[in-house]
């Protein structure tokens, strides 16, 4: 137990959220409990991680969580562990909501993007068809995020350019997507900014001057592909060349690295899976499944592609996944790493009343809101 590498996670503690400043302290050992010197309260070391409050051995539910991001059906863990399946599906819950909070916090940041791709899955269930739309980063093969509706439709296509929105820059950018005409709306709509020009009621939204749309259009003759189509709905063709050459993303409009992750997720994912008895129930629990399956696929998975050739007498390659390229971090997580990381909350803020602040709150002011 290390104390260094802790922060109170009390929300009305004005030291919450700060590491290394010697307020944190060991409670109990035993207990594996920390004990903030500030607000006097005491946390257990995996509070705000799956593991909190867990009857059963973590590295058990961090066995559970590999397996499942790597296309284990549910039946066969339950019956290789003696597990009930109440608790393993209250472990993939537990894990998939986990990881969407790490990715909202680590992933949905600006930056520049330069070129995304983005395509749907069909889903089957059981009696019933879920569409999952999904985009990647292609200098990075980062997955930024993906939305899940009952049908393909523009309401889909809208929340999952929402997602490309939080993560992009006003940077010059290409995004390759289907023949759906969805896309070039959803992407006039939401990348725009506000005007602001001093006067009262709401501002003018100004469209992003470089954003680029590029459309691969497949026509299907027997199961078959027979034609591709590649158009620019929107911007300008040599200015979309040179980001596919800048990103490495090939020499002709293509969607051939989302579909490859698609194709990833397929594999990984049993509910995903075409010709599967593994059929979905219930469409609310694949977004935990999204999101643990997406979080592995970053953090802790080695990209052949991403490698970089290793130095004189050393490694031949060194290995990197889709976050260390984007520059998330500088390792390869593990899947027990990835479960435990705990989101830092923002600083303390002084709360506002009326008069002067005391000695007392300057003090607090002084020392944590710096």
Same mark, same amino acid.
Request: aromatic share 8%; charged share 25%; glycine share 8%.
């Given at each position: 137990m290390d104390p260094r590498q802790q922060f109170c996670p009390n929300m009305a503690c004005p030291a919450r959220g700060k590491v290394g400043n010697n307020n944190i302290v060991v409670h109990s050992r035993k207990e594996a409990r920390y004990q903030c010197k500030i607000c006097r309260k005491t946390f257990a070391a995996t509070i705000d991680t799956p593991f909190y409050r867990l009857h059963h051995p973590v590295e058990l539910m961090v066995i559970v969580a590999t397996l499942i991001a790597h296309g284990c059906p549910l039946q066969a863990i339950v019956a290789a562990f003696q597990l009930d399946e109440r608790t393993v599906m209250d472990w993939q819950d537990r894990t998939g909501r986990h990881c969407q909070r790490v990715h909202e916090h680590?992933? %949905? &940041?600006?930056?520049? @993007?330069?070129?995304? %791709?983005?395509?749907?899955? !069909? *889903?089957? =269930?059981?009696?019933?068809?879920? #569409?999952?739309?999904?985009?990647?980063? *292609?200098?990075? &093969?980062?997955?930024?995020? =993906? *939305?899940?509706? &009952?049908?393909?439709?523009? +309401?889909l296509i809208l929340a999952l350019v929402q997602i490309i929105r939080k993560c992009a820059l006003a940077r010059p950018l290409l995004i390759c997507v289907d023949g759906f005409i969805a896309y070039v709306q959803? *992407? %006039?709509?939401?990348? !725009?900014?506000?005007?602001?020009?001093?006067? !009262?009621g709401r501002p003018w939204l100004i469209s992003w001057p470089d954003i680029h749309i590029g459309q691969v259009v497949k026509r299907y003759q027997a199961k078959r592909v027979v034609d591709v189509t590649r158009r620019m709905a929107r911007g300008c063709l040599a200015t979309a060349q040179a980001l596919l050459a800048k990103s490495h993303g090939g020499t002709k409009l293509n969607t051939a690295f989302i579909e490859r992750l698609n194709a990833t997720f397929r594999s990984r994912l049993a509910v995903l899976v075409r010709r599967s008895r593994a059929l979905i129930r219930n469409p609310e629990t694949l977004k935990p499944l999204m999101y643990l399956m997406g979080c592995v696929y970053n953090f802790c998975t080695e990209h052949k592609s991403l490698r970089l050739p290793g130095i004189i007498g050393g +490694?031949? #390659?060194?290995? &990197?996944?889709?976050?260390?390229?984007?520059?998330?971090?500088? +390792?390869? #997580?593990?899947?027990?790493?990835?479960? @435990?990381?705990?989101?830092?909350?923002?600083? #303390? %803020?002084p709360p506002k009343h009326r008069g002067r602040p005391s000695q007392a709150e300057k003090a607090l002011i002084a020392r944590w809101c710096t």
């Open positions: 680590l992933v %949905q &940041r600006p930056k520049d @993007l330069e070129h995304v %791709q983005a395509d749907e899955i !069909r *889903v089957k =269930g059981q009696g019933k068809v879920v #569409w999952l739309a999904m985009a990647i980063m *292609v200098p990075t &093969r980062l997955w930024l995020g =993906g *939305v899940i509706a &009952r049908k393909r439709d523009e +309401h959803a *992407v %006039q709509l939401v990348f !725009r900014s506000p005007l602001p020009n001093g006067k !009262r +490694h031949k #390659w060194i290995a &990197r996944t889709p976050a260390i390229a984007a520059g998330l971090t500088d +390792h390869i #997580w593990t899947v027990k790493e990835l479960l @435990l990381f705990r989101i830092t909350p923002l600083g #303390w %803020q």
